[in-house]
């Protein structure tokens, strides 16, 4: 069994054992509302998106022939304001997931006071295996397709896993044509040219070595050659690793869909983001790698998951070395694991704060293309800096004051400002 097909499987096993994502989700806001003395009219309307459009895409493929693809958008709800979030492209994607993701969004809006709610989309391909055109005429049918519900003052759009920001300007492009006005504030994450924000591409991975920082001082950690592990090599990871690396920790273990290379010493790290592919896969040009699952179990003092969902689960929380894990990704650790991570004493940076830069500068790219005037990349990550510094300390004391994990927590925050919105609005 090749070691792609056997994590396939392990994941699979994985999620089956625990709850899926979106049941998951709709568990911790109940909690949270609770928590907040909201009662279950709150949640009722809480507990899913107020709006879930599936879409059926044909797309004319370069042999001649025609292929349908399914897509979704899922809006959270907006309440506070218009609803925001990124479009995912992987064979993978499902309606549970999107809503779930949704969700997720609208609490990484509420942590930081953004004035989102969350939304999210998705469409079912494998983007590796389809050429530059069939990318660009999906990503264009898929605008025309969910062009009625989303724009600037609805819900706006931004890359995720295996979007980028060419796949943003061909949508941005096709949104401005059905709507015949140049629309830059349609989506974010755009190249700097057509209206994106310095220091949008490598912003989730600011957020979270901000976020690192911040924890290092909580448990005690020194940076300086702090061992460091990173599961993914994509946009978030890579960004990670070199932010990590030049502050000088020693990444001491990568991975990507292919598998992992760990070396106590420390990686060679400029090696491997020269020879990144673009979709970040490098692991393939070794001939001696272990796998993910065997990755998150070795020796380091901070593990970062930065590619998919259910990697920590009730079947290795317990052997994580870590003594800080960083969500980068989204959903990478169960509940259970979360719990059973936490009463072992490590700290765990939940995902909708750790990975919330990328929302945050996609906000600021908003604003900038609303009033027309851009900020320097210094600018941007000073505001940065600020916003998710304050958000951090936030939920670390809710945290301690509550006396709940930093998940509850970032939940406790992260949906507050949505439910007295909700009832401001008399909709329940
Ligand atoms: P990406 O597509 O750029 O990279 C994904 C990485 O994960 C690649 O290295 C890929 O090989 C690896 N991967 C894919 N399947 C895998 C598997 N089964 N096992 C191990 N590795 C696997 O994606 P990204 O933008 O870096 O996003 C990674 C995670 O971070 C996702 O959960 C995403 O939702 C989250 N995130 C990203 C952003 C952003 O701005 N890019 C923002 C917030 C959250």
């Known amino acids: 069994m090749s070691q792609q097909v056997e994590e396939k499987q392990e994941t699979k096993k994985a999620s089956?054992?625990?709850?899926?994502?979106?049941?998951?989700?709709?568990?911790?806001?109940?909690?949270?509302?609770q928590k907040l003395g909201y009662g279950e009219d709150v949640y009722e309307l809480l507990k899913e998106p107020v709006r879930l459009l599936t879409v059926r895409i044909p797309v004319k493929m370069d042999d001649g022939s025609t292929k349908i693809f399914t897509g979704y958008r899922a809006q959270h709800n907006d309440a506070v304001g218009p609803t925001k979030g990124g479009i995912r492209f992987h064979p993978d994607v499902t309606e549970e997931e999107v809503k779930a993701l949704s969700m997720w969004m609208s609490i990484k809006c509420g942590i930081s006071d953004l004035p989102y709610g969350g939304g999210k989309g998705g469409i079912q391909c494998d983007p590796r295996s389809m050429s530059f055109g069939e990318l660009e005429r999906l990503s264009r049918g898929y605008v025309r397709a969910i062009s009625q519900i989303v724009g600037p003052t609805k819900d706006i759009p931004a890359p995720d896993v295996f979007t980028n920001s060419q796949i943003m300007a061909w949508m941005m492009d096709e949104y401005s044509?059905?709507?015949?006005?140049?629309?830059?504030g349609f989506i974010t994450g755009k190249p700097l040219v057509l209206g994106g924000s310095a220091g949008r591409e490598s912003s989730t991975a600011q957020g979270v070595t901000i976020c690192i920082r911040e924890a290092a001082k909580v448990a005690g950690i020194n940076l300086e050659g702090a061992k460091v592990i990173i599961q993914g090599f994509g946009n978030a990871g890579s960004f990670l690793a070199k932010f990590m690396h030049d502050s000088g920790a020693k990444i001491v273990g990568i991975s990507d869909a292919y598998g992992a290379l760990y070396d106590a010493e420390g990686l060679d790290i400029d090696y491997l983001l020269d020879n990144r592919d673009s979709f970040g896969t490098v692991t393939t040009l070794f001939s001696t790698t272990i796998s993910n699952k065997e990755l998150l179990v070795q020796e380091c003092d901070i593990l970062v998951p930065a590619a998919i969902e259910n990697q920590i689960t009730e079947e290795n929380a317990a052997d994580i070395k870590a003594k800080i894990v960083v969500e980068a990704a989204n959903g990478p650790t169960t509940l259970n694991a979360t719990e059973i991570l936490t009463d072992r004493g490590v700290l765990l940076v939940p995902d909708v704060l750790a990975s919330s830069g990328g929302v945050i500068v996609s906000y600021f790219e908003w604003v900038q293309n609303n009033q027309g005037y851009y900020w320097t990349e210094e600018e941007v990550q000073a505001k940065l800096e600020k916003l998710l510094k304050a958000s951090f300390h936030n939920v670390h004391c809710t945290s301690v004051e509550k006396k709940v994990d930093m998940r509850l927590s970032a939940y406790i925050v992260g949906i507050r400002r949505m439910a007295e919105a909700v009832k401001w609005r008399g909709w329940v």
Do not use: C, G, K, M
């Open 16 to 33: 089956q054992e625990n709850f899926n994502v979106f049941e998951r989700t709709q568990q911790i806001f109940l909690t949270a509302l």
């Open 177 to 184: 044509h059905i709507r015949e006005f140049d629309s830059p």
